[in-house]
C-alpha cells in the first residue's frame, strides 16, 4: 500500500489525512526502511498504540492489511511480527524477483536508448560514491538505501504503470535485512560490483546485456543465500 498523497481537483485545493490505520502502516513502512524494524521482530499493540497515540483498533486493522501484504505474520499464542522468510520461501521469492527485476533493467535500459536521461540524473550520482559507501562504518544501511534507490529509479525511468503494484518492495526491503545478518565485507563488493555492471549497461542503453546483468546478479544474490547458515532463516 503506498503512502497517502494530497489530492487536488478544479474546484478546490484540500489535504486528506491519512485513516489512522494507513497512519500506522505509514508509520511501519518507514521504521523498516530506517532499519529500526527488523524481520521477525514483535509488533506489540500497546506500544505502536502509545507511541503512535492512536487507539488499539486502527493497530488491529493495519496489522491485518500488513499481513494481508505478507509483512506481517499473525502467530497464535505470539501476536504479529515481522515477517521472517523461510529458507524455502525466500528461495522462492529470488525466483519471481528474477524476473521482475530483469524487466525492470531492460525497460530502463530501454528508455535510455531512447534518450531519456532520467536514470543518469537520478543513479549515476550514487554510483560515484560507491566507494564512499563501502568504507562507511553504517554500511549495512547505506546499502540498504543504495538498493532501494537503484530499483526505485529503473522502476521510474522505464515507464511502465503497473510494475510499482507488483513490485513487492517492503518484502524485497525486509528480504535484504533478513540477507544481510551475516553477510560479510567482500559480499558487500561483490554486490556493489554487481550493480555496477547493470548501472553500466542501462546507462548505455543496452536492454539484453542490462536483463543479462540483472540475470547475473539474481543468480549469485541465490547462491549467497543458500550459503547462509540456517538461522537466518524462519523454521519452515
Same mark, same amino acid.
Given at each position: 500500500?503506498?503512502?497517502?498523497?494530497?489530492q487536488?481537483?478544479? #474546484?478546490?485545493k484540500?489535504t486528506e489525512k491519512?485513516? =489512522?490505520?494507513d497512519?500506522?502502516v505509514n508509520?511501519?513502512?518507514?521504521?523498516i526502511?530506517a532499519?529500526?524494524?527488523?524481520?521477525?521482530?514483535k509488533?506489540?499493540e500497546?506500544? @505502536?498504540?502509545? =507511541?503512535? %497515540?492512536v =487507539?488499539r483498533?486502527?493497530i488491529r486493522?493495519? @496489522?491485518?492489511?500488513? *499481513?494481508a501484504?505478507?509483512?506481517?505474520? %499473525?502467530? /497464535? !499464542?505470539r501476536?504479529?511480527?515481522v515477517?521472517?522468510?523461510?529458507r /524455502?520461501e525466500?528461495i522462492?521469492f529470488?525466483?519471481?524477483?528474477?524476473e521482475?527485476?530483469?524487466?525492470?533493467?531492460?525497460?530502463?535500459?530501454?528508455a535510455?536508448?531512447? +534518450?531519456?536521461?532520467? $536514470?543518469?540524473?537520478? $543513479?549515476a550520482?550514487?554510483?560515484?560514491? &560507491?566507494?564512499d559507501f @563501502?568504507?562507511?562504518?553504517? =554500511?549495512?544501511k &547505506?546499502?540498504l538505501?543504495? !538498493?532501494?534507490?537503484f530499483?526505485?529509479?529503473?522502476?521510474?525511468?522505464?515507464g !511502465?504503470s503497473q510494475i510499482?503494484?507488483?513490485?513487492?518492495?517492503?518484502?524485497i526491503?525486509l528480504f535484504r535485512?533478513? +540477507?544481510?545478518?551475516?553477510?560479510g565485507?567482500?559480499a *558487500?563488493?561483490?554486490r556493489?560490483?554487481?550493480?555496477?555492471?547493470?548501472?553500466? *549497461?542501462?546507462l548505455a542503453?543496452e536492454p539484453?546485456k542490462?536483463r543479462q546483468a540483472m540475470?547475473? *546478479?539474481?543468480?549469485?544474490?541465490?547462491? /549467497? @543465500?543458500?550459503e &547462509?547458515? #540456517?538461522?537466518?532463516f524462519?523454521?519452515a
Open positions: 500500500m503506498a503512502p497517502a498523497t494530497a487536488t481537483t478544479e #474546484d478546490s484540500s491519512p485513516s =489512522s490505520p497512519m500506522v508509520a511501519i513502512y518507514r521504521g526502511l532499519g529500526r524494524i527488523v524481520p521477525g521482530q509488533l506489540i500497546a506500544d @505502536l498504540a502509545a =507511541s503512535l %497515540n =487507539s483498533g486502527p486493522e493495519a @496489522l491485518k492489511r500488513l *499481513h501484504e505478507g509483512v506481517v505474520e %499473525n502467530a /497464535r !499464542n501476536g504479529a511480527y515477517r521472517l522468510l523461510s /524455502r525466500a522462492d529470488i525466483e519471481i524477483l528474477s521482475l527485476t530483469g524487466f525492470i533493467a531492460k525497460k530502463a535500459a530501454e535510455v536508448s531512447r +534518450g531519456d536521461d532520467m $536514470f543518469r540524473r537520478r $543513479f550520482p550514487a554510483l560515484e560514491t &560507491l566507494g @563501502l568504507k562507511s562504518e553504517d =554500511s549495512d &547505506l546499502q538505501e543504495t !538498493n532501494r534507490r530499483y526505485d529509479a529503473m522502476m521510474e525511468v522505464g !511502465n510499482a503494484s507488483v513490485m513487492p518492495m517492503m518484502r526491503q535485512m533478513q +540477507g544481510q545478518m551475516t553477510i565485507p567482500e *558487500h563488493k561483490q556493489f560490483t554487481e550493480f555496477a555492471d547493470i548501472a553500466r *549497461h542501462v542503453g539484453d542490462a540475470s547475473r *546478479h539474481m543468480q549469485l544474490t541465490l547462491k /549467497r @543465500l543458500e &547462509l547458515p #540456517d538461522e537466518v524462519a523454521r
